[in-house]
């Protein structure tokens, strides 16, 4: 049973007029895309859910703090802005500003890992394994094992599991430079991490001297869960979630372009001078001055509103509310997603939805190019496109334990009436889904491992 809708904790005061270009124009986009979403043209999409990174829709507050941008290279009056806002919001004394997430992840991965290296992680996300993978490390799945079944309606599917994370640490204790946990759990279907096991993970960590950082670009989402799903929690404000979430952490990285608000930018805060100063050589090195971090003032004052705004218990009800709201239509049409809802998207069992295709055939990319065909909706395949590994023996496709196709919602973005007709596209391909007869191909990728999708260059094969 579909839920009552939650209404909108916002007025919408500018629109962006948008198109459904016809099946001619759709099939053209693909071909010209070499049938990857990452190459379509945003004018070719009605409905564009690739990503809930930077594509969300900022407050009228953060267009007002635009304005109040200092451009100084050194000693910005927005960069103390922001350090006043992390201060406040998250509890951390020392903060980096850097131009998105990825950058932030090449400052800690670039400086602290070294080849050899082993970084256990929940399940770390793509661009989080390439920074690994560049620098000769290996990351290490610990997550919990329901969080490979879709079905499992377990509350913290990205939880850690402690006996497998003291077994890695164990194993390759001289090799470890630090732990890391995704929160929510992007790779496993935006599940989150309990504040329990964050706690356990911390304690882990202190106890073997491994510094402990969280990966924090939907820090606030998961709070939520939290404060939704772990009864302890269930009297606690939302932002004091939060802050005890980050208090379990020596540091963060995070991709601002999500619960943050924004649309551009990143950081990574830690608690200490002493991991201050070991980062910053690199983000000077690669991104800019300590104080701007690649980000122009305007961006770094748009990003302390932000962070105030993400922990807006309205806001957020809304918008995990909404999420719930299209898995629920998707459900009632008996489309197969990872269970419980997440909070940022719906992750579809592409491998249930096309049992009749083979995985190293790539049925959740074969998926993303169905629904484009169907309505010209942009979603993306998370599966052995993204995560398949090559075997260094024997140079096969190691295939992931998932399958997956995510619809990630942008913030404040879509009405709910988007994503009915986004339900009604995908049941749609869903009755028609025996008709589907296709593989792909890889007819070229690019020779870094770890983001083969994001440049990939694929081609059609009837099965």
């Known amino acids: 049973m579909v839920s009552p809708i939650q209404p909108e904790p916002f007025r919408i005061?500018?629109?962006?007029?948008?198109?459904?270009?016809?099946?001619?124009?759709?099939?053209?986009?693909?071909?010209?895309?070499?049938?990857?979403?990452?190459?379509?043209?945003?004018?070719?999409?009605?409905?564009?859910?690739?990503?809930?990174?930077?594509?969300?829709?900022?407050?009228?507050?953060?267009?007002?703090?635009?304005?109040?941008?200092?451009?100084?290279?050194?000693?910005?009056?927005?960069?103390?802005?922001?350090?006043?806002?992390?201060?406040?919001?998250?509890?951390?004394?020392?903060?980096?500003?850097?131009?998105?997430?990825?950058?932030?992840?090449?400052?800690?991965?670039?400086?602290?890992?070294?080849k050899g290296d082993i970084v256990p992680f929940n399940m770390p996300f793509d661009t989080t394994r390439a920074h690994i993978f560049n620098n000769g490390a290996t990351p290490v799945d610990c997550v919990i094992d329901e969080a490979f079944d879709p079905e499992s309606d377990h509350p913290f599917k990205g939880n850690v599991d402690i006996n497998k994370l003291e077994k890695v640490i164990i194993e390759h204790r001289d090799s470890i430079p630090l732990i890391m946990v995704t929160v929510t759990n992007n790779s496993g279907g935006g599940q989150p991490v309990s504040l329990k096991n964050l706690q356990e993970v911390s304690a882990v960590a202190k106890k073997y001297n491994i510094p402990f950082f969280i990966d924090a670009a939907r820090m606030a989402e998961n709070a939520y869960f939290i404060k939704m799903r772990e009864k302890e929690y269930a009297s606690w404000s939302l932002a004091d979630i939060l802050k005890a979430m980050m208090d379990t952490a020596d540091g963060i990285s995070v991709s601002c372009k999500k619960d943050p608000l924004v649309n551009i930018g990143g950081m990574i805060c830690c608690r200490t001078e002493e991991m201050y100063h070991t980062l910053l050589p690199r983000v000077i090195l690669f991104e800019g001055f300590a104080t701007y971090g690649g980000l122009a003032g305007r961006d770094l004052e748009a990003l302390a509103v932000g962070l105030r705004e993400m922990t807006d218990e309205q806001y957020m009800a809304h918008r995990i509310a909404q999420v719930r709201y299209l898995g629920e239509l998707l459900e009632e049409g008996g489309v197969p997603f990872v269970k419980p809802t997440g909070g940022h998207a719906i992750f579809i069992d592409a491998a249930a939805f096309f049992p009749h295709i083979p995985q190293e055939y790539f049925p959740a990319d074969v998926l993303s190019i169905e629904v484009y065909r169907e309505g010209a909706i942009r979603g993306i395949g998370l599966g052995a496109l993204a995560f398949g590994t090559k075997d260094e023996k024997t140079g096969e496709l190691k295939l992931p334990k998932l399958e997956l196709y995510r619809l990630a919602i942008n913030r404040r973005t879509y009405t709910n009436s988007h994503l009915e007709y986004v339900a009604k596209k995908i049941i749609d391909v869903y009755k028609r889904r025996d008709q589907v007869r296709y593989g792909l191909k890889v007819k070229y990728a690019p020779p870094v491992e770890g983001i083969h999708h994001f440049l990939a260059h694929l081609e059609p094969f009837n099965l």
């Open 13 to 114: 005061r500018m629109v962006e007029p948008v198109r459904v270009p016809n099946e001619e124009e759709r099939e053209e986009a693909l071909k010209k895309a070499h049938y990857n979403m990452f190459g379509l043209a945003s004018k070719d999409i009605y409905i564009d859910l690739l990503t809930d990174s930077g594509t969300g829709a900022m407050s009228k507050y953060q267009w007002a703090a635009l304005m109040c941008g200092d451009e100084a290279y050194a000693g910005a009056d927005s960069f103390f802005a922001l350090k006043e806002a992390v201060k406040d919001v998250l509890g951390f004394d020392y903060v980096i500003p850097t131009h998105q997430g990825r950058a932030a992840e090449n400052v800690i991965f670039g400086t602290l890992v070294k």
